[in-house]
């Protein structure tokens, strides 16, 4: 697949509740697989285009959890509940 070089035609709906949490988790394992990699203490790591130290990366890592995690608290806080039993 050839690399997309104009939004025009590309259109998206905004991320729910489940596929936040599922970004979270993955970010959680990187974050803690990276925290208990001491044999790869020395390596680097890439973020698009550069090349990152281990903190560098954790700090990465933690930004993103940061951003997702507010994306998540604006998310609606109700929910719709149905009840077969017409007095509740």
């Known amino acids: ?3 997309i070089t104009s939004f ?3 259109s998206g709906q905004p991320r729910t509740a489940e596929q936040l ?3 979270l988790e ?3 394992l990187a974050i803690y697989n990276l925290l208990n990699e001491d044999k790869n203490a020395g390596i680097s790591y ?3 285009e550069r090349s990152v130290e281990r903190a560098g990366y954790l700090r990465w890592l933690l930004e993103a959890r940061r951003l997702y995690m507010q994306q998540l608290a604006s998310l609606p806080a109700w929910q719709v509940s149905v009840y077969d039993d017409p007095d509740l």
């Open 1 to 3: 697949m050839s690399d």
């Open 8 to 10: 025009e035609g590309v």
């Open 21 to 23: 949490l599922a970004i």
């Open 26 to 28: 993955k970010i959680d």
């Open 46 to 48: 890439r973020i698009g």
